[in-house]
């Protein structure tokens, strides 16, 4: 018999993360771990202001998960008929599947990758991502954390001041430049000055969100104008990569916990694959056992920000390391 449990744990930050949804100098973060015999597996549950996650959503539907006698489950396929059954936050559908997936790896004493029959990937390159500065903190922020060990920095962008920001960053770091700004923008025309203001041979991989999820028209005018590669992160959520997004998005942002499993996430990379569409695993603010996990489906992906578990102050697992922005799995996976 399966047992199952949940918990609840502060992770202290090492400087206050600054967002568009809101500041904070900590994260509480759930672990569900399920348990049979010695061994175990566990996830984790990162939550999404944006999606209206709180603690209470989290737990109740563990409760109302638990109350589905989970204990009996023997394979994925039954574990997944339950979850699905019910309608709980995505990032814990993500923790409660992860959880029972890293427990069958052990159980069966292969890799995840087996377990889920996807192709390795040992190593990747990290973006990092800037929390949102003024235009006069950015220079020092890149030096005191020694940044330009990263081949590419995002940072957080408004209307207001997105030009002087970029070109801030651009001054202080020779590497690539990641723009999110996290559907700041009131239209596609606004969007497209933007980009003319910043001016020729500005070392750009990516605009992330410029406009509103619900901006449907102005992301399809935006996507043939546009210059610099436009990528969907709140538009995309825990459904399908479509056609709809084909026409709108030349990359995708993945999270895990947004897609609410490894085998939904999978399903939209290689959805967005068949579609021409670029990908990337992104990550809501996790200790290493969520970065872990995305690196789990790295092979084949374009674009990598996993940097989230180095703005913790401590990491209470210690499953990736990072050395000159590339992330490593730190044991033998």
């Given at each position: 018999?399966?047992?199952?449990?949940?918990?609840?744990?502060?992770?202290?930050?090492?400087?206050?993360?600054?967002?568009?949804?809101?500041?904070?100098?900590?994260?509480?973060?759930?672990?569900?771990?399920?348990?049979?015999?010695?061994?175990?597996?566990?996830?984790?549950?990162?939550?999404?202001?944006?999606?209206?996650e709180s603690d209470s959503l989290v737990e109740n539907g563990f409760k109302k998960f638990m109350g589905a006698d989970p204990s009996k489950c023997?394979?994925?396929?039954?574990?997944?008929?339950?979850?699905?059954?019910?309608?709980?936050p995505n990032s814990l559908k993500f923790g409660i599947e992860s959880a029972f997936v890293h427990y069958l790896a052990n159980l069966s004493e292969q890799s995840v990758h087996q377990i889920l029959g996807l192709n390795?990937?040992?190593?990747?390159?990290?973006?990092?991502?800037?929390?949102?500065?003024?235009?006069?903190e950015i220079s020092e922020f890149v030096?005191?954390?020694?940044?330009?060990?990263?081949?590419?920095?995002?940072?957080?962008?408004?209307?207001?001041?997105?030009?002087?920001?970029?070109?801030?960053?651009?001054?202080?770091?020779?590497?690539n430049l990641r723009i999110d700004a996290n559907?700041?923008?009131?239209?596609?025309?606004?969007?497209?000055?933007?980009?003319?203001?910043?001016?020729?041979?500005?070392?750009?991989?990516?605009?992330?969100?410029?406009?509103?999820?619900?901006?449907?028209?102005?992301?399809?005018y935006l996507f043939d104008k546009s210059e610099i590669d436009i990528m969907g992160d709140e538009?995309?959520?825990?459904?399908?990569?479509?056609?709809?997004?084909?026409?709108?998005?030349?990359?995708?942002?993945?999270k895990l916990q947004k897609a609410g499993g490894y085998l939904k996430a999978m399903k939209q990379i290689r959805e967005a694959r068949e579609l021409g569409i670029k990908t990337m695993l992104g990550c809501m603010v996790e200790s290493s056992l969520g970065i872990s996990c995305a690196?789990?489906?790295?092979?084949?992906?374009?674009y990598f920000d996993l940097d989230s578990f180095l703005f913790l102050e401590k990491d209470p697992f210690d499953l990736v390391t990072e050395e000159k922005g590339r992330l490593f799995y730190s044991h033998f996976h």
């Open positions: 018999m399966l047992n199952w449990t949940i918990e609840k744990i502060e992770l202290p930050l090492r400087y206050t993360w600054k967002i568009a949804h809101g500041s904070t100098n900590s994260k509480t973060q759930y672990f569900v771990t399920v348990e049979c015999d010695g061994l175990s597996g566990k996830g984790e549950v990162a939550l999404s202001t944006r999606l209206q023997t394979t994925l396929e039954e574990l997944l008929k339950i979850v699905g059954s019910m309608n709980l390795t990937l040992n190593t990747v390159n990290t973006g990092y991502s800037l929390p949102i500065l003024e235009t006069g030096v005191k954390h020694n940044l330009d060990r990263f081949h590419a920095l995002k940072i957080k962008v408004d209307q207001d001041n997105a030009v002087e920001k970029v070109k801030e960053l651009a001054k202080v770091f020779r590497g559907e700041s923008f009131d239209n596609a025309d606004q969007v497209i000055k933007f980009i003319e203001d910043l001016g020729p041979n500005m070392p750009i991989e990516f605009l992330e969100q410029p406009l509103a999820a619900d901006k449907h028209d102005d992301y399809h538009s995309v959520t825990s459904t399908d990569i479509t056609e709809y997004h084909a026409e709108r998005f030349h990359a995708v942002n993945i690196l789990n489906l790295a092979f084949g992906v374009d």
